[in-house]
């Protein structure tokens, strides 16, 4: 059972910036497409970006392109998010999440993830 575990959330005023990780247990993290989904309240879960299991590509929202950068380090089992230049309507609880299947293909819809971490909520003030 892989189990996924976020960290880095917080409160920062527009334009700041925070780092997401999300580390992995129990599974063979080296092999999962890696992904960050969101959920601001009120709203569906949204697909952020996502990162194949050698790094050699990644996909982000249009929403988020030039400002968040997706990165994972396999030998510490982590997936990361760097979030910059944030602005309120990034508030939300963010979701890291596994894809196990060896396909190693980038899919942004949530039902193709099979692991989910418990989410970390990231805050923006204007």
């Known amino acids: 059972q892989v189990q996924l575990v976020e960290s880095g959330g917080g409160l920062v005023q527009a334009g700041g910036s925070l780092r997401l990780s999300c580390t992995a247990s129990g599974g063979t993290f080296s092999t999962y497409v890696m992904g960050w989904f969101r959920q601001a309240p009120g709203k569906e879960r949204e697909f952020v970006t996502a990162i194949t299991w050698n790094s050699g590509n990644t996909y982000y929202v249009d929403s988020v392109k030039g400002r968040f950068t997706i990165s994972r380090d396999n030998a510490k089992n982590t997936v990361y998010l760097q979030m910059n230049s944030l602005k309120p309507e990034d508030t939300a609880v963010y979701y890291c999440?596994?894809?196990?299947?060896?396909?190693?293909?980038?899919?942004?819809?949530?039902?193709?993830?099979?692991?989910w971490g418990q989410g970390t909520q990231v805050t923006v003030s204007s």
């Open positions: 999440a596994a894809d196990v299947n060896p396909a190693n293909y980038i899919y942004t819809q949530s039902r193709y993830y099979d692991y």
